[in-house]
């Protein structure tokens, strides 16, 4: 999660004028058409979004309801609570030099405020960095030592539907009395220590301090650290002395920061080696691997590779997490928490060898292991119910927002939707279709749908998967801030939906050298202004259509699968 990123909020209320349902590209406007004569123009898209513009992307808004025990005086005060946490919420850039909030020098001064660093020392810490499968790993590791006896502690990030997801106390989302407690106590004390030359921490390193203070707060066993964003400079690598650190796979993202090559971007990644420390990493590319060795040499430890899990180990049992590649973050997973465990004291509790099956404790772990909008299915009952049990409208959520993480994705949803796998020759095969195929996207401007789409793309066709209609919608966080202050969404005129039409471009054109688009691309895909109106549109076209089966990817964005998932469990 970035420095900057993601907030929480109620889901605001539709716009009393419904905005035009969907755009196409006869109505886009002269700059799309442009694009597409000259695809160059996309990478400079990029720079269209203000700052202030791109961290609302990334922002999330939680529609989930506080607690009612305490009524509306709690309600009141979760509401306060957010309003707060969205102050903090930088609109500078990560990368900005004036970026105080976000400075790591300051990261000292808010550990001695709050009387940290002494908790942290004593703190028996699995901390994990990657590109892609960190949080799963973080989940697998965390469930493992769980089953295994200890008191848990669990810091992720980013949350899907409330912040409070984000740390996770023997397997739970920290309840709303705790999680207010711990909040007035961080912010209170910061608030009366903080000035123009110490400024308020920037949200993400609020929440780390946060997850800091709960952890050593509530005394646990150990506490299970999820990197926000690179590693050297990330928030959680205050902690000086974990028990062990893992690397998970390595890819490209956040190359604005973390550097342009697979080499720079592991460097960064390594940057939670410490000495002494004993290092895992996933199977890497051989330029990330060099990279991660090197760092490790340069200090002394011991670097090795954990294997991916084999079916066999886990006695026939299933991962709680779904999709091949978690084979491979179970793996590190299972390295870290025998590594930690040993390292405790209780080698009596770790596999005896790689080539049996694992002890019990480690198979239950794993096979309960749960993590919301990763391979995540997800019916939607308003149209999966009744007498109409052919009907249905189901969401396949995966958070995927890399290209390599892009092409697992596909994979997967090919795998889970394998009962239909031909493309119609003709309108009227397309009509009698018994399943539709329907890609619903969004990702963040600041990455490339160049090195998205065509990934997604190639990897659905080449395992038997041909999307009916691609949907490109913007996010509904983008028209959300924190707290009461919630904003409504902007009328259709001021809803800048270029971002979208852009992506939209990049699709149809991959289509189109595919051979496979028509020559109407409203029939292959559509833009829409809000995401409940494609939802909406989905919902309708399902119940008019009694024996389709309608299956939707919803990818791209982590913030995207949590505004669905808030609209479909209303």
Not at 72 to 97: C, D, F, N, P
Not at 339 to 357: A, C, F, S, Y
Not at 533 to 549: G, H, I, P
Request: contains cysteine.
């Amino acid at each position: 999660m970035p420095q900057s990123a993601a907030h929480v909020g109620p889901t605001t209320a539709p716009p009393a004028r419904p905005p035009t349902p969907f755009l196409h590209h006869p109505t886009t406007t002269t700059a799309a058409a442009r694009m597409r004569s000259h695809p160059a123009h996309l990478r400079r898209l990029l720079l269209l979004f203000s700052p202030s513009t791109r961290l609302a992307h990334r922002a999330m808004a939680s529609a989930a309801a506080p607690a009612q025990a305490g009524g509306v005086v709690a309600a009141a005060e979760y509401e306060e609570v957010l309003g707060r946490l969205s102050s903090l919420i930088t609109q500078k850039v990560r990368a900005h030099s004036g970026n105080r909030g976000n400075q790591w020098d300051l990261m000292a001064h808010y550990l001695k405020i709050l009387e940290l660093e002494e908790p942290i020392a004593r703190m028996k810490v699995i901390h994990v960095a990657g590109t892609k499968g960190k949080g799963s790993t973080c989940t697998f590791t965390e469930s493992i030592l769980r089953s295994s006896g200890f008191h848990t502690g669990l810091f992720t990030s980013p949350h899907l539907m409330d912040v409070r997801e984000r740390f996770r106390l023997d397997g739970v989302d920290i309840s709303e009395e705790k999680f207010l407690k711990y909040f007035w106590w961080c912010w209170n004390k910061l608030k009366e220590k903080t000035d123009d030359d110490i400024p308020m921490p920037a949200y993400f390193r609020f929440l780390a301090l946060l997850a800091f203070k709960i952890f050593s707060a509530e005394q646990v066993d150990v506490a299970v650290l999820e990197v926000g964003l690179g590693g050297k400079f990330d928030a959680t690598n205050v902690v000086e002395a974990p028990v062990v650190c893992g690397v998970s796979s390595l890819g490209f993202d956040h190359m604005e920061i973390l550097g342009n090559t697979l080499g720079e971007i592991a460097g960064e990644k390594a940057g939670i080696f410490k000495k002494g420390v004993p290092a895992y990493t996933a199977p890497q590319p051989e330029e990330a691997m060099v990279a991660l060795k090197q760092r490790a040499s340069e200090l002394g430890i011991s670097l090795q590779v954990a294997d991916p899990l084999e079916p066999y180990h886990l006695k026939g049992q299933h991962l709680g997490l779904h999709g091949e590649h978690q084979y491979i973050n179970a793996g590190l997973a299972v390295a870290l928490a025998s590594t930690w465990l040993e390292k405790q004291g209780h080698k009596d509790r770790i596999p005896i060898n790689r080539t049996d099956p694992l002890p019990d404790h480690f198979i239950q772990g794993l096979s309960n292991a749960s993590l919301q909008g990763r391979a995540q299915i997800v019916p939607d009952s308003q149209v999966s119910s009744g007498a109409n049990k052919d009907s249905s409208l189901v969401f396949y959520l995966d958070g995927a927002h890399s290209p390599e993480s892009m092409e697992i994705c596909a994979k997967w949803f090919s795998l889970v939707t394998n009962d239909d796998r031909r493309i119609p020759s003709s309108a009227e095969q397309s009509q009698s279709s018994k399943s539709q195929k329907i890609l619903l996207f969004n990702c963040m401007s600041v990455r490339d749908p160049m090195r998205l789409l065509p990934r997604l793309l190639d990897a659905s066709t080449q395992n038997g998967v041909f999307f009916d209609v691609a949907l490109f919608v913007p996010n509904q966080s983008q028209y959300n801030k924190l707290g009461s202050n919630t904003s409504a969404p902007a009328e259709p005129e001021q809803i800048d939906l270029s971002w979208q039409l852009s992506l939209q471009t990049v699709w149809e054109k991959l289509l189109q050298d595919k051979g496979t688009n028509s020559a109407n691309s409203s029939d292959s895909s559509q833009v829409f202004a809000s995401l409940p109106l494609a939802v909406e549109w989905l919902r309708k076209d399902a119940r008019e259509n009694q024996s389709t089966s309608f299956q939707v990817l919803v990818t791209g964005s982590l913030h995207l699968v949590g505004d669905v998932l808030r609209l479909i469990k209303k």
